[in-house]
Protein backbone atom coordinates (compact mmCIF):
# COMPACT_ATOMS: atom_id res chain seq x y z
CA UNK A 1 0.00 0.00 0.00
CA UNK A 2 3.07 2.14 0.09
CA UNK A 3 3.30 2.90 -3.36
CA UNK A 4 -0.63 4.38 -3.21
CA UNK A 5 -0.26 8.00 -4.24
CA UNK A 6 -0.82 11.00 -1.52
CA UNK A 7 -3.61 12.32 -3.46
CA UNK A 8 -5.04 9.02 -3.43
CA UNK A 9 -5.01 9.51 0.40
CA UNK A 10 -6.08 12.98 0.53
CA UNK A 11 -9.19 12.50 -1.39
CA UNK A 12 -9.96 9.08 0.56
CA UNK A 13 -9.80 11.50 3.77
CA UNK A 14 -12.15 13.80 2.75
CA UNK A 15 -14.49 11.39 1.28
CA UNK A 16 -15.05 9.88 4.93
CA UNK A 17 -15.01 13.03 6.69
CA UNK A 18 -17.99 13.95 3.97
CA UNK A 19 -19.76 11.05 4.24
CA UNK A 20 -19.64 10.96 8.21
CA UNK A 21 -21.35 14.54 8.21
CA UNK A 22 -23.59 13.83 5.05
CA UNK A 23 -26.97 14.36 6.48
CA UNK A 24 -28.89 15.56 3.63
CA UNK A 25 -29.77 12.81 1.91
CA UNK A 26 -30.97 10.59 5.13
CA UNK A 27 -32.95 13.29 7.07
CA UNK A 28 -33.58 15.90 4.95
CA UNK A 29 -37.41 14.14 4.28
CA UNK A 30 -38.12 13.68 7.55
CA UNK A 31 -36.83 17.63 7.89
CA UNK A 32 -39.42 18.99 6.05
CA UNK A 33 -42.47 16.74 7.12
CA UNK A 34 -41.62 17.02 10.63
CA UNK A 35 -39.69 20.84 11.63
CA UNK A 36 -40.84 22.65 8.44
CA UNK A 37 -44.32 21.10 8.59
CA UNK A 38 -45.08 20.50 4.68
CA UNK A 39 -47.11 17.96 3.37
CA UNK A 40 -45.75 14.96 2.38
CA UNK A 41 -46.60 15.41 -1.39
CA UNK A 42 -44.86 18.32 -1.22
CA UNK A 43 -41.77 17.20 0.66
CA UNK A 44 -41.61 14.44 -1.73
CA UNK A 45 -41.14 16.97 -4.87
CA UNK A 46 -38.62 18.69 -3.27
CA UNK A 47 -36.31 15.38 -2.04
CA UNK A 48 -37.21 14.08 -5.15
CA UNK A 49 -35.34 17.30 -6.92
CA UNK A 50 -32.22 16.98 -4.64
CA UNK A 51 -32.01 13.12 -6.24
CA UNK A 52 -32.71 14.16 -9.78
CA UNK A 53 -30.11 17.00 -9.41
CA UNK A 54 -27.65 14.26 -8.29
CA UNK A 55 -28.19 11.83 -11.17
CA UNK A 56 -28.28 14.79 -13.59
CA UNK A 57 -24.78 15.49 -11.94
CA UNK A 58 -23.70 12.30 -12.15
CA UNK A 59 -24.10 12.04 -15.66
CA UNK A 60 -22.69 15.54 -17.07
CA UNK A 61 -20.87 16.35 -14.22
CA UNK A 62 -17.60 15.25 -15.52
CA UNK A 63 -17.69 17.27 -18.52
CA UNK A 64 -16.86 20.52 -16.37
CA UNK A 65 -13.61 18.14 -14.67
CA UNK A 66 -12.51 17.26 -18.69
CA UNK A 67 -12.72 20.99 -19.56
CA UNK A 68 -11.98 23.46 -16.87
CA UNK A 69 -9.57 20.42 -14.81
CA UNK A 70 -10.90 18.67 -12.24
CA UNK A 71 -9.30 19.97 -8.89
CA UNK A 72 -10.89 23.38 -9.86
CA UNK A 73 -14.30 22.13 -10.38
CA UNK A 74 -14.25 19.49 -7.46
CA UNK A 75 -12.99 22.87 -5.68
CA UNK A 76 -16.13 24.89 -7.50
CA UNK A 77 -18.86 22.17 -6.78
CA UNK A 78 -18.00 21.39 -3.36
CA UNK A 79 -18.03 25.12 -2.50
CA UNK A 80 -21.59 25.02 -4.16
CA UNK A 81 -22.89 21.83 -2.13
CA UNK A 82 -21.51 23.50 0.85
CA UNK A 83 -23.08 27.00 0.89
CA UNK A 84 -26.25 25.25 -0.34
CA UNK A 85 -26.71 22.79 2.62
CA UNK A 86 -25.36 25.53 5.21
CA UNK A 87 -28.36 27.85 3.91
CA UNK A 88 -30.97 25.10 4.47
CA UNK A 89 -32.86 25.75 7.54
CA UNK A 90 -33.02 29.31 7.03
CA UNK A 91 -34.41 28.88 3.22
CA UNK A 92 -38.26 29.44 2.62
CA UNK A 93 -39.92 26.80 1.01
CA UNK A 94 -40.02 27.99 -2.64
CA UNK A 95 -36.10 28.40 -2.39
CA UNK A 96 -35.76 24.94 -0.94
CA UNK A 97 -37.27 23.83 -3.99
CA UNK A 98 -35.22 25.32 -6.33
CA UNK A 99 -31.61 25.19 -4.46
CA UNK A 100 -32.50 21.80 -3.54
CA UNK A 101 -31.44 20.48 -7.40
CA UNK A 102 -28.78 22.46 -7.60
CA UNK A 103 -26.94 21.31 -4.30
CA UNK A 104 -27.60 17.63 -5.46
CA UNK A 105 -26.06 18.54 -8.79
CA UNK A 106 -22.70 20.29 -7.48
CA UNK A 107 -22.33 17.32 -4.90
CA UNK A 108 -22.86 14.73 -7.74
CA UNK A 109 -20.56 17.00 -10.12
CA UNK A 110 -17.62 17.55 -7.11
CA UNK A 111 -17.45 13.04 -6.25
CA UNK A 112 -17.34 12.70 -10.58
CA UNK A 113 -14.03 14.99 -10.22
CA UNK A 114 -12.81 13.26 -6.94
CA UNK A 115 -13.57 9.86 -8.73
CA UNK A 116 -11.26 11.02 -11.93
CA UNK A 117 -8.14 12.30 -9.80
CA UNK A 118 -8.60 8.93 -8.14
CA UNK A 119 -8.22 7.83 -11.47
CA UNK A 120 -5.40 9.73 -12.97
CA UNK A 121 -2.99 9.01 -9.76
CA UNK A 122 -2.33 5.84 -11.04
CA UNK A 123 -1.51 4.65 -14.10
CA UNK A 124 -4.77 2.54 -16.16
CA UNK A 125 -5.01 -0.75 -14.64
CA UNK A 126 -3.73 0.00 -11.63
CA UNK A 127 -6.92 1.56 -10.48
CA UNK A 128 -8.54 -1.16 -8.28
CA UNK A 129 -6.65 -0.85 -5.06
CA UNK A 130 -7.05 3.60 -5.25
CA UNK A 131 -10.52 2.77 -5.73
CA UNK A 132 -11.15 0.37 -2.85
CA UNK A 133 -9.65 2.79 -0.69
CA UNK A 134 -11.59 5.44 -1.27
CA UNK A 135 -14.70 3.56 -1.23
CA UNK A 136 -13.67 1.99 1.86
CA UNK A 137 -13.36 5.28 3.42
CA UNK A 138 -16.95 6.39 2.08
CA UNK A 139 -18.00 3.24 3.84
CA UNK A 140 -16.28 3.58 7.04
CA UNK A 141 -17.97 7.75 7.12
CA UNK A 142 -21.34 6.05 6.34
CA UNK A 143 -21.14 3.62 9.36
CA UNK A 144 -20.89 6.62 11.66
CA UNK A 145 -22.76 9.12 10.08
CA UNK A 146 -26.16 8.38 9.90
CA UNK A 147 -26.46 7.30 13.96
CA UNK A 148 -24.58 11.13 14.52
CA UNK A 149 -27.56 12.69 12.57
CA UNK A 150 -30.26 10.72 14.29
CA UNK A 151 -28.92 12.18 18.17
CA UNK A 152 -28.31 15.66 16.76
CA UNK A 153 -31.96 15.72 15.48
CA UNK A 154 -33.26 14.78 18.82
CA UNK A 155 -31.64 18.25 19.86
CA UNK A 156 -32.21 20.59 16.38
CA UNK A 157 -32.66 19.42 12.70
CA UNK A 158 -31.44 22.62 11.57
CA UNK A 159 -27.74 21.63 13.61
CA UNK A 160 -27.82 18.66 11.03
CA UNK A 161 -27.28 20.79 7.86
CA UNK A 162 -25.45 23.58 9.10
CA UNK A 163 -22.63 21.14 10.76
CA UNK A 164 -23.20 19.41 7.00
CA UNK A 165 -22.37 22.14 5.14
CA UNK A 166 -19.66 23.27 7.21
CA UNK A 167 -17.84 19.72 6.93
CA UNK A 168 -18.13 19.91 3.19
CA UNK A 169 -16.68 23.48 3.50
CA UNK A 170 -13.73 22.47 5.77
CA UNK A 171 -12.52 19.72 3.12
CA UNK A 172 -12.57 21.84 0.91
CA UNK A 173 -9.93 24.38 2.48
CA UNK A 174 -8.21 21.75 3.14
CA UNK A 175 -8.40 20.11 -0.28
CA UNK A 176 -7.29 23.13 -1.62
CA UNK A 177 -4.35 23.44 0.22
CA UNK A 178 -2.84 19.73 -0.69
CA UNK A 179 -4.26 18.93 -4.02
CA UNK A 180 -1.38 20.09 -6.78
CA UNK A 181 -3.39 22.57 -9.72
CA UNK A 182 -4.56 20.56 -12.22
CA UNK A 183 -1.94 20.42 -15.23
CA UNK A 184 -1.85 22.43 -18.17
CA UNK A 185 -4.23 21.68 -20.96
CA UNK A 186 -3.96 22.40 -24.69
CA UNK A 187 -5.33 25.37 -26.02
CA UNK A 188 -7.65 22.97 -28.49
CA UNK A 189 -9.45 19.61 -27.22
CA UNK A 190 -12.42 18.40 -28.25
CA UNK A 191 -14.36 17.85 -24.69
CA UNK A 192 -17.87 18.07 -25.16
CA UNK A 193 -20.94 15.43 -25.50
CA UNK A 194 -20.45 14.35 -28.86
CA UNK A 195 -16.48 13.34 -28.29
CA UNK A 196 -17.94 11.21 -25.69
CA UNK A 197 -20.97 9.76 -27.25
CA UNK A 198 -18.19 8.70 -30.30
CA UNK A 199 -15.92 7.08 -27.81
CA UNK A 200 -18.69 5.21 -26.06
CA UNK A 201 -20.56 4.14 -29.62
CA UNK A 202 -16.69 2.66 -30.68
CA UNK A 203 -16.62 0.62 -26.89
CA UNK A 204 -19.23 -2.33 -28.25
CA UNK A 205 -18.10 -4.00 -24.98
CA UNK A 206 -18.91 -1.11 -23.03
CA UNK A 207 -22.45 -0.38 -24.84
CA UNK A 208 -22.95 -4.05 -23.59
CA UNK A 209 -21.95 -3.58 -20.02
CA UNK A 210 -23.60 -0.37 -18.79
CA UNK A 211 -27.30 -1.29 -19.53
CA UNK A 212 -26.09 -4.64 -16.86
CA UNK A 213 -24.59 -1.91 -14.37
CA UNK A 214 -28.23 -0.17 -14.25
CA UNK A 215 -29.75 -3.83 -13.84
CA UNK A 216 -27.52 -5.18 -11.00
CA UNK A 217 -28.11 -1.10 -9.56
CA UNK A 218 -31.97 -1.71 -9.47
CA UNK A 219 -31.63 -4.88 -8.27
CA UNK A 220 -28.78 -4.24 -5.69
CA UNK A 221 -31.26 -0.73 -3.57
CA UNK A 222 -33.96 -2.88 -3.00
CA UNK A 223 -32.16 -3.36 0.02
CA UNK A 224 -33.13 0.19 0.73
CA UNK A 225 -36.85 -0.43 -0.08
CA UNK A 226 -38.41 -3.51 -0.61
CA UNK A 227 -36.16 -5.56 1.71
CA UNK A 228 -36.95 -3.79 5.12
CA UNK A 229 -41.17 -3.67 4.25
CA UNK A 230 -40.82 -7.17 2.99
CA UNK A 231 -38.81 -8.54 6.50
CA UNK A 232 -41.28 -6.52 8.30
CA UNK A 233 -44.86 -7.78 6.27
CA UNK A 234 -43.32 -11.58 7.92
CA UNK A 235 -43.32 -10.15 11.27
CA UNK A 236 -38.92 -9.73 11.63
CA UNK A 237 -38.08 -6.84 13.47
CA UNK A 238 -36.40 -3.44 12.22
CA UNK A 239 -33.32 -4.70 14.62
CA UNK A 240 -33.03 -7.60 12.00
CA UNK A 241 -33.09 -5.49 8.70
CA UNK A 242 -30.43 -2.85 10.87
CA UNK A 243 -28.69 -5.50 11.70
CA UNK A 244 -28.39 -6.99 8.18
CA UNK A 245 -27.09 -3.69 6.89
CA UNK A 246 -24.74 -3.54 9.76
CA UNK A 247 -23.14 -6.85 8.75
CA UNK A 248 -22.50 -5.76 4.72
CA UNK A 249 -20.83 -2.46 5.99
CA UNK A 250 -18.58 -4.56 8.20
CA UNK A 251 -17.98 -7.56 5.58
CA UNK A 252 -16.96 -4.52 2.89
CA UNK A 253 -14.73 -2.40 5.28
CA UNK A 254 -12.93 -5.56 6.19
CA UNK A 255 -12.96 -7.30 3.22
CA UNK A 256 -13.14 -4.97 -0.11
CA UNK A 257 -9.11 -3.81 0.07
CA UNK A 258 -7.79 -7.44 1.09
CA UNK A 259 -10.08 -9.20 -1.85
CA UNK A 260 -9.02 -6.46 -4.00
CA UNK A 261 -5.18 -6.73 -3.85
CA UNK A 262 -5.70 -9.88 -3.78
CA UNK A 263 -7.90 -10.51 -7.04
CA UNK A 264 -6.26 -7.39 -9.00
CA UNK A 265 -4.69 -9.29 -11.69
CA UNK A 266 -7.52 -11.15 -12.46
CA UNK A 267 -9.57 -10.64 -15.17
CA UNK A 268 -11.94 -7.66 -14.29
CA UNK A 269 -15.02 -8.55 -16.60
CA UNK A 270 -14.87 -11.62 -14.90
CA UNK A 271 -15.20 -10.55 -11.49
CA UNK A 272 -17.95 -8.24 -12.43
CA UNK A 273 -20.09 -11.33 -13.97
CA UNK A 274 -19.25 -13.26 -10.79
CA UNK A 275 -20.13 -10.60 -8.63
CA UNK A 276 -23.39 -10.15 -10.37
CA UNK A 277 -24.39 -13.71 -9.99
CA UNK A 278 -23.75 -13.81 -6.37
CA UNK A 279 -26.46 -10.67 -6.08
CA UNK A 280 -28.82 -12.59 -7.76
CA UNK A 281 -27.85 -15.88 -5.46
CA UNK A 282 -28.26 -13.37 -2.71
CA UNK A 283 -31.15 -11.79 -3.15
CA UNK A 284 -32.85 -15.65 -4.57
CA UNK A 285 -32.07 -16.66 -1.05
CA UNK A 286 -34.46 -14.17 0.51
CA UNK A 287 -37.09 -15.90 -1.84
CA UNK A 288 -37.31 -19.27 0.72
CA UNK A 289 -38.09 -17.15 4.10
CA UNK A 290 -37.27 -14.61 6.19
CA UNK A 291 -35.46 -16.63 8.91
CA UNK A 292 -33.02 -14.57 10.77
CA UNK A 293 -30.21 -17.15 9.68
CA UNK A 294 -31.60 -17.49 6.24
CA UNK A 295 -31.70 -13.53 6.10
CA UNK A 296 -28.23 -13.72 7.30
CA UNK A 297 -26.80 -16.01 4.26
CA UNK A 298 -28.57 -13.77 1.70
CA UNK A 299 -26.91 -10.81 3.08
CA UNK A 300 -23.44 -12.78 3.06
CA UNK A 301 -23.71 -14.28 -0.32
CA UNK A 302 -24.78 -10.82 -1.60
CA UNK A 303 -22.76 -8.53 0.12
CA UNK A 304 -19.74 -11.07 -1.27
CA UNK A 305 -21.03 -9.43 -4.59
CA UNK A 306 -20.50 -6.30 -4.22
CA UNK A 307 -17.34 -6.71 -3.24
CA UNK A 308 -15.98 -8.48 -5.89
CA UNK A 309 -17.86 -5.84 -8.83
CA UNK A 310 -18.57 -2.49 -7.56
CA UNK A 311 -14.65 -1.75 -7.34
CA UNK A 312 -13.58 -3.53 -10.34
CA UNK A 313 -16.47 -1.99 -12.22
CA UNK A 314 -15.45 1.39 -11.59
CA UNK A 315 -11.92 0.54 -12.47
CA UNK A 316 -12.47 -1.49 -15.67
CA UNK A 317 -14.76 1.87 -17.08
CA UNK A 318 -12.33 4.00 -15.91
CA UNK A 319 -9.08 2.17 -17.98
CA UNK A 320 -11.44 2.05 -21.16
CA UNK A 321 -11.54 5.55 -20.80
CA UNK A 322 -9.78 7.92 -23.66
CA UNK A 323 -7.15 10.07 -21.47
CA UNK A 324 -8.89 13.68 -22.15
CA UNK A 325 -12.24 11.96 -20.96
CA UNK A 326 -11.91 10.26 -17.62
CA UNK A 327 -14.19 12.92 -15.63
CA UNK A 328 -16.75 11.95 -18.48
CA UNK A 329 -16.41 7.90 -18.33
CA UNK A 330 -16.50 8.67 -14.15
CA UNK A 331 -19.37 10.39 -14.55
CA UNK A 332 -21.28 7.43 -16.88
CA UNK A 333 -20.43 4.68 -14.38
CA UNK A 334 -21.94 6.77 -11.74
CA UNK A 335 -24.84 7.35 -13.21
CA UNK A 336 -25.92 4.14 -14.36
CA UNK A 337 -24.26 2.73 -10.92
CA UNK A 338 -26.78 5.16 -9.13
CA UNK A 339 -30.33 5.05 -11.30
CA UNK A 340 -31.54 2.32 -8.87
CA UNK A 341 -31.55 5.46 -6.20
CA UNK A 342 -34.56 6.39 -8.51
CA UNK A 343 -35.89 3.51 -10.50
CA UNK A 344 -35.75 1.24 -7.80
CA UNK A 345 -38.47 2.03 -5.32
CA UNK A 346 -40.87 2.17 -7.96
CA UNK A 347 -40.11 -0.83 -9.77
CA UNK A 348 -39.51 -2.97 -6.67
CA UNK A 349 -42.69 -1.36 -5.20
CA UNK A 350 -44.86 -2.45 -8.22
CA UNK A 351 -44.00 -6.07 -8.53
CA UNK A 352 -44.38 -6.59 -4.86
CA UNK A 353 -47.87 -5.15 -4.85
CA UNK A 354 -48.74 -7.34 -8.04
CA UNK A 355 -46.97 -10.54 -7.45
CA UNK A 356 -45.15 -10.63 -3.74
CA UNK A 357 -43.78 -14.10 -4.48
CA UNK A 358 -41.95 -13.11 -7.48
CA UNK A 359 -39.87 -10.06 -6.45
CA UNK A 360 -37.34 -11.78 -5.54
CA UNK A 361 -36.93 -14.59 -7.82
CA UNK A 362 -37.14 -11.84 -10.69
CA UNK A 363 -34.09 -10.09 -8.47
CA UNK A 364 -32.08 -13.20 -8.92
CA UNK A 365 -33.12 -13.63 -12.56
CA UNK A 366 -32.22 -10.38 -13.51
CA UNK A 367 -28.90 -9.94 -11.26
CA UNK A 368 -27.57 -13.24 -12.76
CA UNK A 369 -28.75 -12.35 -16.41
CA UNK A 370 -26.73 -8.86 -15.75
CA UNK A 371 -23.24 -11.49 -15.04
CA UNK A 372 -23.67 -13.24 -17.84
CA UNK A 373 -24.31 -10.05 -20.00
CA UNK A 374 -20.79 -8.42 -18.45
CA UNK A 375 -18.89 -11.70 -19.26
CA UNK A 376 -20.30 -11.73 -22.40
CA UNK A 377 -18.97 -8.62 -22.84
CA UNK A 378 -15.74 -9.26 -22.71
CA UNK A 379 -16.23 -10.86 -26.28
CA UNK A 380 -17.47 -7.57 -27.65
CA UNK A 381 -14.79 -5.56 -26.95
CA UNK A 382 -11.68 -8.21 -27.70
CA UNK A 383 -10.86 -8.47 -23.95
CA UNK A 384 -11.59 -9.35 -20.65
CA UNK A 385 -9.13 -7.92 -18.29
CA UNK A 386 -8.88 -4.15 -16.80
CA UNK A 387 -5.78 -3.47 -19.19
CA UNK A 388 -6.28 -0.87 -21.59
CA UNK A 389 -4.63 -0.62 -24.84
CA UNK A 390 -1.00 0.30 -24.62
CA UNK A 391 -1.60 3.64 -26.29
CA UNK A 392 -3.94 4.82 -23.94
CA UNK A 393 -1.57 3.48 -20.81
CA UNK A 394 1.10 5.49 -22.41
CA UNK A 395 -0.74 9.12 -22.71
CA UNK A 396 -1.48 11.94 -19.94
CA UNK A 397 -4.78 12.94 -19.16
CA UNK A 398 -3.96 15.96 -22.02
CA UNK A 399 -3.40 13.94 -24.31
CA UNK A 400 0.53 14.29 -24.22
CA UNK A 401 2.81 11.26 -23.74
CA UNK A 402 4.39 10.01 -20.59
CA UNK A 403 1.78 8.98 -17.97
CA UNK A 404 4.80 8.46 -15.17
CA UNK A 405 5.10 12.58 -15.66
CA UNK A 406 1.70 13.10 -15.42
CA UNK A 407 1.06 10.87 -12.28
CA UNK A 408 3.82 13.12 -10.77
CA UNK A 409 2.36 16.06 -11.60
CA UNK A 410 -0.48 14.94 -9.62
CA UNK A 411 0.18 12.63 -6.37
CA UNK A 412 3.21 15.86 -5.61
CA UNK A 413 6.36 14.39 -4.28
CA UNK A 414 5.76 10.79 -1.94
CA UNK A 415 5.70 11.04 1.94
Keep these: ?15 FVNAAGSFVAFYLFLYLTGPRGLPVGQAGLISGALGAGMLLGNFTGGWFGDRFGHRRTLLVASAVAGLGTLAIPWLPVIALAVTMPVVGYAGAASGVSQGALVALAVPAGERRRSVAITRAAFNAGCVIGPPVGALLSTYSFSWLFV ?100 LRRRSA ?8 CLVGLGFGLFSLGTVAWLAVAAMIVLTCGEILYKTTATAHVLDAAPPALVGQYQGLYMGAATSGTILAPPVGALV ?23 FGSGRRSGTGTATPPADRAGTTPDGSPDRTAATAAVTGPAT
Design 163 to 262: LDGALTLLVRAVTARLLPADPARPSRQGTGLPDLWRAVRADRGLLVLLPAVVVVDVVYRQLYSTLPVYLRDHGQPVGLYAGLIALGSGMILCLEIPATMM
Design 1 to 15: MRDIPRVVWTLAAGR
Design 352 to 374: YTVAPGLLWPLCAVAAITAGLVA
Design 269 to 276: LGLIGTGY
